[in-house]
Each structure stands twice: as structure tokens, then as C-alpha cells.
DNA sequence: GTAACTGCAAAATATTTGCATCCTT
DNA sequence: AAGGATGCAAATATTTTGCAGTTAC
């Protein structure tokens, strides 16, 4: 389901549902939060929400709001090799902390934003005997549409 | 290339053998930490190395080690959703900080091990039209082996 | 002997915790 | 009013940097 540009009053309806649907209480830092992620389709750094909210949160309550998102199964985070968990807003199979996210992740090498491909569908693997695999996870790096060298 | 277990003396050879390879100087702790990538399958993280290293050496020296093992192309890096860097010893394929692990890492829930699985090759996958794809890191979760359930 | 490596001290950065206060319901 | 959320201070933990002493070649 690929949402058209919304606008600000939209965006914070579903900001303010989402918090509602999951029995949070409707403040300030989260909704601001939850714009970040509503209003673009890249995954957020912790020090990316910090530069975006500017002074106006404190850096604990980021992290504790994070937090918040990923027990309840709103955000999921994304492993990077750089040692910089990034966070992504999760569909509606995530619930509970029970993360279902069966797409695959593609982190752009020129512009650095983290991409969820929800239509690329995470493959099947075989294992060798003995190994049981409950969930896969992948992130592809390469160069996103955005910056794809022009011809 | 499965290994059989090798003694001590093989061991150290092989870890002098590397450090030659890659025009990296022989000394006591370089030696030490490749011999715990030597010894046994499983990926390390920083703390799981200072852990086993004791006191013997120093915190910033195991940094600079492995940052220097991962420039060469000894060691890759394996992303996990925890915030905490794992490292790998890399195939021969590996050279001058170029990786080429196209392998599958599986990280066991219940020992916690983090296990290349160089057998299981990384799955081509289709992206959406203007995304080019260089490097695709695959990590299943699961349990191994050895943590198996009996019957 | 020289360049590279290491240890120590310290700075910079990141994350967690406790508690008093404020806000949402 | 009550419980949860936030800000602030401070404790911890992690990572980086500079420099002086030591070691490998």
C-alpha cells in the first residue's frame, strides 16, 4: 500500500492513531517522532531523530520513546555493519513486539538513507541439517533510484 | 574447507601464516586474537574478546586490532539488531578491505554463537526498477546444531 | 636504527538510571 | 487524582585520540 503525499493534518491523525491503537499516551515528543518516520520513507539513525527534532526533546527521551515504539511493534530496528541501529516504521502484521518483517532492506551508498522494499520479499533458505531458522534478515547495499546515475 | 581440529603448534602457524600474508608484524596480541578466531566457528564481538584476552591486553589495543584485521581483509564485520559489532574470519576471498561474503551468518538464540555458514550462498533477489544492488548481507536467526532439541 | 605496535591517560561519545516534576487521561 | 511521560543530573559504558615507551624486523 503505497501512500500519495499526505498532508500535516493527515499525518498526525494517523501519528495520533497509531499511539491511540496502542494504548500510549498522546504526547508531544511521540507524535513529533512518529512524523519523522510518517513523513519520509527512509529509516532514522537515533542521531538522525535527534538532529531533525533539534533541541526541542530531550536526547533521553528519544531514546526511551524508541524504545517505547519497537516493545509495542511500531518501529523495528535494522542491523547495520557500522555499529549504528537504524529505525523503521513496521506494517500492520508487526503487533506486541512480535516482529514479522519479511522485507528486505537496501541502505543507499551515495545518500545513506535506509530503504524498506517491501515488495522484495525475503527468500527461502536451506539450511544446513540441524539448523532451525525462525527469521531472516537482509539488507542489500547499493545505489537507490534517487541517486542512480542519470544517462 | 571444513578443519579438522588442529593442535596448538598448527594453530599458531596458521596465525603467523596470516599476519605474513598481509605485512602485518608478529606480535603477542595480533597473535592471541587470531588464534581465538582460529580456534573456534563462531563470529566475536569486541567484548567477547576482551572477555576471553583477560587482562592481558589492553582495551584500545583489541580496537585498533580489529580494525586493522577488518582494513586487511582478515576479519568482516556481521550486522546484528543489538548494537553490537560481531567479527569473522574471512574466506581467502577476502583481500585489501574488500569483502566478498556472499556466505549466510546464523546467529543460535540460545548459545548465542554467531556462525558463518559458508555453504549456504546469499539468494539472488529481483529490486524494484532503479535500485542497483552491490552487496546483499543475509543473517537468519535460529537455533544450531548444537543447541538442538533431542529426541 | 626505524617504523610499527602497544599501553596509558584522557577526551569524546553513547547509553542507562534515579528522581522530581509535569502532563495525559 | 493517578499513572505515565519527561527533563535534568549523574552514573556507566563505549570508542577515539595523543603521546611516549617498547618491540619487530
Redesign the interface.
Known amino acids: 500500500m503505497i501512500m500519495a503525499k499526505q498532508t500535516v493534518v493527515q499525518i498526525d491523525n494517523q501519528a495520533t492513531e497509531i499511539l491511540t491503537r496502542n494504548n500510549l499516551s498522546i504526547t508531544g515528543g511521540r507524535k513529533r517522532i512518529l512524523h519523522l518516520f510518517l513523513e519520509q520513507a527512509g529509516a532514522l539513525a537515533h542521531g538522525d531523530i535527534e538532529k531533525k527534532v533539534g533541541e526541542k526533546f530531550d536526547r533521553v527521551t528519544i531514546y526511551r520513546t524508541l524504545q517505547t515504539f519497537v516493545d509495542k511493534g511500531i518501529i523495528h ?5 557500522d ?1 549504528s ?1 537504524r529505525y523503521a516504521l513496521c506494517k500492520d502484521e508487526c503487533s506486541g513486539g512480535h516482529h514479522h518483517d519479511h522485507h ?1 532492506h ?1 541502505v543507499c ?1 551515495v545518500c545513506h538513507i535506509t530503504y524498506c ?1 517491501d ?2 520479499v525475503t ?1 527461502a ?22 541517486c ?1 546515475p542519470q544517462h
Not at 77 to 81: L, R
Not at 125 to 146: D, I, M, Q, W
Request: aromatic share 8%.
Open positions: 530496528t535494522i542491523p547495520t555493519a555499529n541501529i528486505v537496501f551508498t522494499l515488495d522484495v527468500p533458505l536451506k539450511f544446513p541439517k540441524g539448523y532451525t531458522s525462525s527469521h531472516v534478515e537482509v539488507v542489500a547495499e547499493g545505489v537507490c533510484r534517487n542512480k
